[in-house]
């Protein structure tokens, strides 16, 4: 595989302080795995990319596997790869890339399902990258298959915002400290991020009140403040986000959308809400609650929709103000936009909690970081989720102000399973709810983000085997091959229509004269030669 400059490579934004210091970092690692836990928005792309592409350039590893939860996150990946001179090919179902391609990103379960494949490619001198590694659980299905297709691999780069899980089963390469805490080789805290300007400090405000609701033959009226049983509290909670007393969520529907209002109004046009909504049902009650209190028909995506990844793309690139998701909301779903949300799952670890906290820490370019507002149930297990970050800022406040650089702790050891609540016996009658004062206030006295001055070398771009043209030069690799197997697939079937005969008859035909293997192993030079061939088949008479 050669190496030239490529044009646009040196266009890439400039590496951050944190990241720079986590290739440093990496420069001398050369066996076992590595962990980078840095927050959600933070960048933890970029060091990963930077590191594949330095390997692969100077021979030190023969291929590049990228693992991710998400078929849509793969296509993440593959773009963030092309604008730094690498090319990925998309939600790969084999280890080996197609010819012109560096590596390929891969989907846990994809894995899963064939760990020998994957194990009988990925040797010694593979860079396998786990992306939210958090979602690999030793003796789990897919954190044993992970170490059965790359237990022969060199080195493991393993990448979290939220290195522990609910489960409290461990993260396969991931050392642990004697209290059973994840030892990040790097680490870079969301209090850190804010400090810095990276992401946006979030404001929580808790809802409390008088709920009552019906258990058994009994009728039972309760605050968050009053300790009760697991299963009344699951019940005091599921009152608290129900869509049918307009005195309880439908009420912090519209102190949300009033805020989101005036942010809209207030310098941010295009700012957005987020509502977590618990199941697909409630989804769609929660959006018919926010039309009538905001007149406009929130985006609804559900993850059992196939079209879930594009309903939240054209969302991030709207101005529409709302959108409600369930299971949606995880990683790799970027949309800096969001300004506003309402925690209304009945999911409640730490875990999870942090991943959608995750959601409203991105910057927009060219904007400054202001803090974005989250309403949330007063339950007591989501305020200390929230207490825990809000220590991590106030830590941050202190190290600056010069007092002692103590490092706060992250409520990793909170790991209680998610209560979905017993719905046998149980009506929620009455809720009378209302904002309480917020955990802790925008940042205020942040200082000024702290930003690298000195710019990045420019890095040298990895140059794929076939030269695409240059009107396609701005796309990827895997989008301009896909584009061109799609025309090359309407113009077969179109001359299989004028010859009448079969679609194979005419594929076996263009391959037997181009030389071309099969379709799916065709480079990009010969898809457009086949392209070529096809139009003068048709056209030529």
């Known amino acids: 595989m050669t190496i030239s400059k490529r044009p646009g490579t040196a266009g890439a934004t400039r590496l951050r302080a ?83 391609f560096h590596g390929v990103v891969v989907t846990y379960a994809r894995i899963a399902s064939a760990p020998r494949v994957w194990a009988a490619a990925a040797r010694g001198r593979t860079l396998v990258v786990a992306d939210e590694a958090h979602h690999l659980g030793e003796d789990l299905a897919w954190g044993a298959a992970f170490g059965q297709a790359f237990g022969a691999s060199g080195r493991w780069l393993l990448l979290s915002g939220t290195p522990f899980r609910s489960d409290a089963a461990p993260i396969p390469g991931v050392a642990y400290d004697s209290d059973g805490l994840a030892e990040p080789d ?47 509290a699951a019940r005091r909670y599921r009152t608290a986000i129900s869509t049918d007393l307009p005195d309880g969520l439908p009420r912090i529907l519209g102190e949300a959308n009033a805020r989101l209002a005036a942010l809209r109004a207030g310098g941010q046009p295009d700012a957005g809400g987020l ?121 941050i406040v202190r190290r600056r102000d010069g007092q002692p650089d103590e490092e706060a702790e992250l409520d990793a050891l909170e790991r209680r399973a998610s209560e979905r609540g017993e719905v046998l016996d149980f009506e929620p009658l009455s809720a009378d709810v209302a904002p309480q004062l917020t955990l802790f206030g925008p940042a205020s006295a942040a200082p000024a983000p702290a930003r690298s001055t000195a710019p990045a070398a420019e890095p040298a771009a990895l140059a794929p085997a076939s030269v695409a043209p240059a009107d396609g030069a701005a796309r990827p690799l895997f989008e301009r091959r896909s584009a061109l197997r799609s025309r090359r697939q309407r113009l077969v079937a179109e001359l299989a229509r004028d010859r009448r005969v079969r679609h194979a008859d005419i594929n076996a035909e263009v391959n037997r004269a181009l030389g071309i293997e099969t379709v799916a192993k065709a480079t990009v030079e010969q898809l457009e030669r086949s392209i070529e061939w096809l139009d003068r088949a048709l056209y030529s008479r």
């Open 275 to 395: 509502v977590v909504a618990a199941d697909s049902d409630h989804a769609r009650r929660i959006a018919a609650r926010l039309r009538e209190v905001s007149g406009v028909t929130p985006v609804v995506v559900l993850h059992q929709d196939p079209r879930a990844a594009a309903r939240l793309a054209a969302f991030d690139g709207s101005s529409d103000p709302w959108i409600v998701a369930v299971n949606m909301v995880s990683e790799g779903v970027d949309i800096p936009r969001l300004r506003v949300g309402v925690y209304a799952t009945a999911a409640k670890t730490a875990m999870i909690f942090r991943q959608i906290v995750g959601r409203f820490v991105r910057t927009v370019p060219g904007r400054e970081p202001e803090p974005s507002w989250l309403y949330i149930p007063a339950e007591p297990v989501l305020r200390d989720h929230a207490t825990s970050v809000e220590t991590e800022l106030r830590q």
């Open 186 to 232: 790097v680490a870079y805290t969301y209090a850190e991020a804010v400090r810095d300007g990276v992401c946006r400090p979030v404001v929580f405000v808790t809802y409390d009140g008088a709920l009552s609701w019906r258990s058994g033959e009994d009728v039972i009226e309760s605050s968050f403040e009053t300790v009760l049983s697991p299963r009344e």
């Open 18 to 100: 944190w990241q720079e210091r986590a290739l440093a970092a990496m420069a001398d690692w050369r066996e076992g795995s590595f962990l980078i836990s840095a927050a959600p928005g933070a960048g933890k792309t970029r060091p990963a990319l930077e590191f594949a592409r330095t390997e692969l350039a100077c021979g030190r590893v023969g291929g590049v596997v990228i693992a991710c939860p998400t078929a849509p996150l793969t296509r993440q990946w593959a773009h963030a790869a092309h604008a730094l001179g690498l090319e990925l090919a998309p939600d790969a179902d084999t280890p080996r890339p197609p010819h012109g």
